[in-house]
């Protein structure tokens, strides 16, 4: 029983979506399955008690509520929760508005409409739901008030229906209230949230990855190694001489030697590869489906780029270069080999002469003399 109730609250749900849509997602449902059992319930009173129209009002009413349960899965997340929560809420405005007019059982049809404003906001947000309730508030007003009750099929004294138009703007007028306070903090938690993210995985000084960012794409393009079984390669630079810059003319100079490398390094980038700040003056490069000797023509045009382009420091040009390892990474191998793979390649460019690209093969076989 409660597992099937579980599955009927969360369809349409799904772990990729965002937290409040999936949210709005479960209201929908479990609103759809109190619609449902109202109306129903109702509406065989109303058979019971031979109220013809209005038996044929609320079953009809149940029908929608069960057809906007299924639209969210049948067209999908965010576009079937907007056509669904549509749906409900036409569907109740048109309910109430017939109860207003008929009167429902002894008179109380209008007792119902309290039920819009706080729903109506929920569904459709602060400023559609506005538009709406003043539109269904306009309705009724004009229902109520049209001379010699026109448009009712009962009577309503009219202290009954000043006061119940006062207490619906009233009872619309919190609502609108509360559904905006709720989406400035909702609006201002996803901010700060992205913010932190953002902080957690941004260098902020080169403003690219920093390590655990670095990490976390290593990781996704390991998994997707792992699904299309296509290799990848990777790249760790290290700043040439970098220490001397800093001791020479000190940390303000390095920092900005760092930003401008970073800068040089993103510039030369396909958009399908990665870079980060894998730490200190360290670089790490992700070439994803590409293979050792591709990854090291791209690192090649990277190195000539950073070595032919001088650096301001301390307002006098200076040459930077940097040196490159390279690997690949095959799905028998883990990101733990393979960045100490690079890692050995890094040393042996260095070892080399700095200003170089050496792949794990070429230092493998340099090893092997």
């Not at 009002?57 to 549509?86: D, E, N, P």
């Not at 919190?174 to 996803?190: D, F, I, K, P």
């Not at 489906?289 to 006098?316: C, F």
């Amino acid at each position: 029983m409660i597992s099937a109730i579980k599955k009927f609250v969360d369809l349409g749900t799904d772990a990729s979506l965002s937290d409040d849509l999936n949210r709005r997602i479960r209201v929908v449902n479990m609103f759809s399955a109190v619609g449902m059992t109202v109306t129903f319930l109702l509406g065989f009173r109303a058979l019971f008690a031979q109220e013809t129209f209005l038996t044929c009002v609320l079953f009809s009413a149940t029908i929608l509520f069960a057809i906007s349960h299924k639209l969210q899965a049948m067209i999908g997340a965010k576009r079937g929760s907007f056509i669904s929560a549509t749906v409900l809420i036409a569907c109740l405005m048109s309910l109430m508005l017939i109860l207003v007019v008929t009167g429902g059982s002894e008179n109380t049809g209008p007792l119902w409409i309290f039920t819009v404003p706080s729903v109506t906001m929920f569904f459709t947000g602060f400023r559609r739901g506005l538009m709406a309730l003043t539109g269904f508030a306009a309705v009724i007003i004009v229902i109520f008030f049209t001379p010699d009750n026109a448009l009712l099929a009962t009577e309503y004294s009219f202290e009954f229906k000043t006061r119940i138009v006062y207490t619906f703007i009233t009872v619309s007028f919190l609502s609108a209230v509360y559904e905006y306070s709720r989406q400035r903090s909702y609006n201002t938690a996803v901010y700060l949230s992205e913010q932190f993210e953002r902080q957690a995985r941004y260098d902020p000084l080169t403003t690219i990855l920093n390590r655990r960012g670095g990490q976390q794409q290593l990781e996704q393009e390991l998994s997707r190694m792992q699904r299309n079984k296509k290799p990848f390669s990777i790249a760790l630079a290290d700043i040439d001489r970098f220490k001397s810059i800093n001791d020479t003319f000190g940390h303000d100079a390095g920092d900005e030697v760092l930003k401008k490398v970073a800068s040089v390094f993103s510039s030369r980038l396909r958009a399908q590869d990665g870079l980060s700040r894998w730490g200190g003056e360290e670089f790490l490069f992700i070439f994803p489906e590409t293979n050792e000797q591709d990854a090291r023509m791209v690192t090649e045009q990277i190195r000539e780029n950073l070595s032919a382009n001088a650096i301001p420091v301390d307002n006098k040009s200076h040459r930077v270069t940097s040196s490159f390892g390279v690997c690949e990474i095959t799905p028998s191998m883990t990101l733990t080999t393979a960045l100490n793979l690079a890692d050995q390649a890094l040393y042996q460019a260095k070892n080399d002469g700095r200003n170089k690209v050496c792949t794990a093969t070429e230092h493998k076989r340099k090893s092997s003399r």
